[in-house]
Each structure stands twice: as structure tokens, then as C-alpha cells.
């Protein structure tokens, strides 16, 4: 067995040197660095341009339902087209065997807020599977770099204006089109393919150096597949964003009931799902960042588990980036060195929370085991209910608790006070909210509410600014 390991581990840990070359594109090898992985090594040389047949689908404000074919082949049909020089251009890269349905999503959020060029890629018969298509994804990111390069010297429209966003493996084929294309303006990658690029080299993977500004989100991120992620752990850009953690996101978790239950038939069925849910918010959250650019501010932080303890509240002095669509307004205000950012969503849309640390001074007349509720008002809105604690409760204490609210509630305006008893809590209690200070994540600004009054439980009591 030892001396299998050995053979195999000399056979795909020597380049193949075998090459390919097509007009247009260049030369494909199939050595190092692209072979390090043995399943690599198994998918070979990329498939022809002609085989995979990479189309460039255009969506503007003059057709936004129904797409426009252009070609850089055939540069009269990009002439012909809505495609307008005065323009941003962001451009959709689908991973997997996509319908596309994701990046008709995009284009739909996105010009409703901008007039722009926006470009779905299709290039779905070079990846119907998995290990052909890391191989074929080299081909498609040559096309990509080539109709930029077409749309640079035949029309003058520059690099730095085109924005190629990317989903799981689509990330990388970005990342090969940036490697490609000098001056390229900015590339996000959403929940890149971890299986087979983690810690690859740069070349064949998203990295910094593949545009101006790269930013990332993480949202089924694993180190191994057995971990239940097909996205990279990985920092792969300037600000990186692990929403939740960037592992498995709320709502998306009951889909494994049924392996743990043993029910393997009904799992064949819905652990796709599972990882589908996880692997598609990360194009989820961006659509809904394209219509709401206040929402999922991200906040700096070494790790999830220190952000969910609150040792990076608030936001630092230079602010907090908002991830998603309008990230690059943080990055180009602060060129800041790349760093890990957190933040928590909602398990169903509209997904974005916003971040306030609560601390409740409790009066009344006995200690009782129960709940503290609090409801937070303001220009923007009112919260849901919040649940402040749930234990002893004792007057005189101040508990203090991080939440994520549902709404942006703006300049806070109103707090409600209420509590609920325990079933063995004494009737005739009373308790009060003497004072509640709430303080903003993204700020850092205080905002403090006081009342006299105590109340019974159930009952709600206002408080007043103080």
C-alpha cells in the first residue's frame, strides 16, 4: 500500500508537458502549477474554443428582458448592439452546469440602479463537469480577457471600467480572465470552488493581484468536502466577507436532517439542496446589496468566534465596508491591506442585519426568573422583538446583550420595555427598564432611554429620552 502511495504520489507530482494552442487564445499546458492536484492531472488539456463555445449575452436599460448575442470574434455585433462606450461594464460568470437564472438576477437589480453594460457569460458545455471544467475554465478566462482586450483597441474602452463578477468556479475563470488583462478594474468573487484550489498557487486561482480592487464573499467555505462546503476557506481578495461565518448559513442547515436520521434516500434528494443553499446565497446577498447599498456592513475581526463574542464592536475609526456591490467604495476610500470581515444575515430575504449592542438597567420590586424584551424605534423603522436575556432577573442588574436587528431603524426614536415570567414566577412582580442605552455597530454612537415606571409582565412600557 505504501509503495502505491509513493507511485502515485511521483506520477501526478511530474509535469505531463503536454501543450495545446488556439488562434486567438494562446498556448495551454497541462504541467505545473496546474497538475498539483492528482484529479487535475486527470482532466488533461482544455477544450477548444469552439468545443466549449463561450457567448457573451448583453442586458441593457434599451433590453432588459431579452439579451443581445455580441462577439469579439465579430466586432460589428458589439457595434451593432446597446453595449455604449459612456458605460460600466459588469460582466456574470457562472460556475457549474448554471441556467443562468443568478445572473439574469443581477442584470435585473442592477439596472434598476445603473445605467450599465451588463454581460452574462455562458459557457455551459465546458462545464457540465466538475474536473473538466477547472480545466476548460482556463479557455473561457482567455475569452473573457480577449473581449476586454477587443473592446480596449477596436472601441478605446478601457479595463479599468469592466467588473467581472464570479460564482464558484466562474470566481477563478474571473481570476484567470484578471491574471490576463492588466488595468482590470475590479473582480468579486462569490463563494469561490474550494475542491481542488485550496492552497494552490496564484495562478490558478482568484488572488489579489487579478484586478484593482478584488472582494470576496464566503458562504459554504470548508477546508475538505467531508466538512459539508464546496466554497475556499481561503482569503482570496482585498476585503474577504464570511458572512454567518462564511461556512453554512441559516435556513440552509435542517437539509441535512435527513443523512443524520439515516435516510439516505431522502438525503440523495435534498443534500444537493444543502449545498446549493449555502453555495447560492453568496450571489443572493449581492443581489440584495445592489438595491440596499446600507446594508451588511462587515466588521473587522480575527475570527467569527471573537465577532460573535463582540470583541470587534463597533466599527473602527475608518469605518466598516459594506459587503457586496458597493464594497468598493470602503476600499478605495482606505487601500487597506487585505483583511477578514464578519457580519451575520437573516435566514430568509431580505437577508440584512444590522448590528447594536443593548444594555438594559432593571428596577422593580423582587427578583424573578423571566425574559427581557425590548422593541428599538426610529426614523427608519421599528425592530422586531428582541430578547435582551432570559434567566434571574434582578433588579438593581444591568444586562447587556449584541443583537442583529432586522431593520435599519436610523436615528432610534422610541424603546419599549417589556418581560415575560417564567410559568413559576411570582404574579404580583413588577419590573422597569430604569434605563436602556443602545449603541450603534456602525457608528459607535449612543443613544440612551429612561423611565420611573415599572410594569407586570406582558405589559408594555415606554421609554423616553434622557
Known amino acids: 500500500m505504501f509503495g502505491l502511495w509513493v507511485a502515485a504520489l511521483l506520477f501526478f507530482g511530474t509535469s505531463r508537458g503536454k501543450e495545446v494552442c488556439y488562434e486567438r487564445l494562446g498556448c495551454f499546458t497541462d504541467g505545473l502549477p496546474w497538475t498539483r492536484v492528482f484529479p487535475r492531472y486527470l482532466s488533461g488539456l482544455p477544450w477548444s474554443p469552439e468545443k466549449i463555445n463561450t457567448r457573451f449575452l448583453l442586458y441593457t436599460k434599451h433590453n432588459p428582458i431579452a439579451h443581445q448575442e455580441i462577439s469579439a470574434v465579430n466586432s460589428s455585433t458589439i457595434q451593432d448592439s446597446h453595449f455604449r462606450k459612456s458605460k460600466m461594464t459588469r460582466i456574470n460568470i457562472p460556475g457549474l452546469k448554471t441556467d443562468g437564472q443568478w445572473q439574469r438576477s443581477i442584470c435585473s437589480a442592477l439596472l434598476q440602479v445603473e445605467d450599465v453594460n451588463c454581460i452574462n457569460l455562458d459557457w455551459i458545455n465546458g462545464s457540465l463537469e466538475y474536473t473538466r471544467a477547472i480545466s476548460n475554465l482556463r479557455v473561457v478566462g482567455a475569452e473573457v480577457a480577449y473581449f476586454i482586450n477587443i473592446l480596449k483597441t477596436k472601441f478605446g474602452y478601457p479595463p479599468s471600467k469592466v467588473h467581472l463578477i464570479g460564482h464558484s468556479l466562474g470566481a477563478h475563470v474571473a481570476g484567470d480572465a484578471g491574471s490576463r488583462t492588466p ?16 492552497n494552490t498557487p496564484n495562478e490558478v486561482r482568484l488572488d489579489p493581484s487579478d484586478a484593482k480592487f478584488v472582494d470576496v464573499i464566503h458562504t459554504n467555505a470548508a477546508r475538505f468536502l467531508f466538512e459539508f462546503g464546496i466554497g475556499t476557506i481561503d482569503r482570496c481578495g482585498h476585503l474577504d466577507f464570511y458572512p454567518n461565518g462564511g461556512k453554512q448559513m441559516p435556513g440552509c442547515n435542517e437539509l441535512l436532517t435527513p443523512l443524520f436520521k439515516l435516510d439516505f434516500k431522502t438525503y440523495e434528494k435534498e443534500g444537493d439542496f444543502f449545498f446549493d443553499c449555502n453555495h447560492a446565497r453568496s450571489h443572493r446577498f449581492y443581489v440584495e446589496s445592489i438595491l440596499n447599498p446600507d446594508a451588511f456592513i462587515a466588521y473587522p475581526c480575527k475570527s467569527y468566534e471573537f465577532f460573535e463574542a463582540g ?3 463597533h ?7 459594506t459587503m457586496g456591490h458597493f464594497a468598493d467604495r470602503f476600499y478605495l476610500q482606505n487601500m487597506m491591506s487585505p483583511r477578514s470581515y464578519f457580519l451575520n444575515t437573516g435566514t430568509l430575504s431580505p437577508y440584512a442585519r444590522w448590528r447594536h449592542r443593548l444594555s438594559v438597567r432593571l428596577s422593580g420590586n423582587n427578583e424573578t426568573e423571566g425574559s427581557i424584551i425590548l422593541r428599538v424605534g426610529g426614523t427608519g423603522g421599528k425592530t422586531e422583538a428582541l430578547e435582551i436575556a432570559r434567566r434571574n432577573l434582578k433588579p438593581g442588574m444591568t444586562y447587556t446583550k449584541i443583537i442583529d436587528a432586522d431593520v435599519n431603524v436610523g436615528n432610534i426614536t422610541s424603546i419599549e420595555f417589556s418581560w415575560k415570567r417564567a410559568s413559576f414566577g411570582h404574579a404580583k412582580n413588577k419590573l422597569g427598564a430604569e434605563m436602556v442605552i443602545d449603541v450603534s455597530g456602525k457608528y459607535g454612537s449612543k443613544s440612551t432611554f429612561c423611565s420611573q415606571d415599572t410594569v407586570e409582565a406582558e405589559t408594555v412600557q415606554i421609554l423616553k429620552p434622557c
Open 311 to 313: 470583541k470587534c464592536f
Open 183 to 198: 488595468g482590470l478594474g475590479r473582480i468579486t468573487g462569490l463563494d469561490p470552488a474550494g475542491p481542488y484550489f485550496h
Open 315 to 321: 466599527c473602527p475609526k475608518e469605518g466598516c465596508p
